[in-house]
C-alpha cells in the first residue's frame, strides 16, 4: 500500500494534465492495472501517438509478466474465475510477494493469492483516482513528477541485481538502449531498445543450451 498509493498519486496528478476526466484514470487502474505501462500511455497520449503504437510498447514493456506467471502458474488454480484474475493481477510487486511469501497454513492458497492481488490492486486503484482528483481540483507543478517511473525502475534493477547476482541480463540492457538510442534517437527508443534486449537475451539462451 505504501508503495502503490503514492505511486498511484503520481500516475493520477499526471493524468489529470491531459484534461480527460478523472474517472479515466479509475478505469485505467481497473482494467489496465499495469504501472509503468499506465506512466507510458501517458506520455504517448501525451504526445499524440496512435494506438498501434501504444499497443505495441506496452506489450513490449509488459512481457516480462510472461515469465512471472508461467514460473506461478503451478500454484494457481487450474481453471476458473479465480485463474484469470490472478493472471490478469500479475504485476511487478504481486509477484515478488507470491514468489517470496507461503501462504498462512489456516488459509487456503488460493484465497491468500486472491487477497494479496486484490488488495494491490485496491491500493493502485485508490491512489490513481485521488491522484487524479488532486491534478484536476488543483495547480499542481508537475514537472519531475514523471520521474516517479523512472525511480521506480531503478528500485527493481536495484532488487533484482541483488537477487539475481549476474550482471550479464543488465549489461544487455545498458548496451541496448544506448544502441537504440544512437540509431533511432529518444522518439522511438523504447520500442527499439526492448525488442533488441529480448533478442540478445535469447540468442543468449539458445546458445547456452546448444
Known amino acids: 500500500m505504501f508503495g502503490y498509493v503514492p505511486l498511484g498519486l503520481a500516475f493520477g ?3 489529470a ?3 480527460y476526466a478523472w474517472y479515466y484514470a479509475t478505469l485505467m487502474g481497473l482494467i ?3 504501472g509503468a505501462a499506465q506512466f507510458l500511455a501517458v506520455g504517448l497520449l501525451g504526445a499524440g501517438a496512435g494506438l498501434v503504437e501504444i499497443g505495441l510498447a506496452t506489450l513490449l514493456l509488459n512481457a516480462r509478466h510472461v515469465f512471472y506467471g508461467l ?3 503451478p500454484r494457481f488454480p487450474p481453471r476458473g474465475a479465480s485463474r484469470l ?3 490478469f493481477g500479475l504485476t511487478d510487486e504481486t509477484y515478488a510477494l507470491l514468489a517470496s511469501r507461503k501462504p498462512p497454513p489456516a488459509v487456503a492458497a488460493t484465497r491468500f493469492y486472491l487477497l494479496v492481488t486484490a488488495l494491490n490492486q485496491a491500493a493502485w486503484v485508490a491512489g490513481c483516482t485521488l491522484g487524479a482528483l488532486l491534478g484536476g481540483a488543483l495547480s499542481i507543478d508537475t514537472r519531475g513528477l514523471e ?3 523512472t525511480a521506480l525502475f531503478v528500485v527493481l534493477v536495484v532488487e533484482q541485481a541483488r537477487a539475481i547476482r549476474d550482471p550479464r541480463p543488465f549489461l544487455i540492457a545498458l548496451v541496448s538502449g544506448a544502441v537504440a538510442l544512437l ?3 529518444s522518439e522511438h ?3 527499439v531498445a526492448l525488442g533488441l534486449a529480448m533478442l540478445l537475451l535469447f540468442l543468449g539462451r539458445r546458445r547456452a543450451y546448444a
Open 17 to 19: 494534465q491531459l484534461d
Open 85 to 87: 484474475y490472478l493472471m
Open 13 to 15: 496528478v499526471l493524468f
Open 183 to 185: 540509431v533511432v534517437g
Open 147 to 149: 520521474f516517479t517511473l
Open 71 to 73: 514460473s506461478l502458474a
Open 189 to 191: 527508443m523504447l520500442l
Open 32 to 34: 489496465v492495472y499495469a
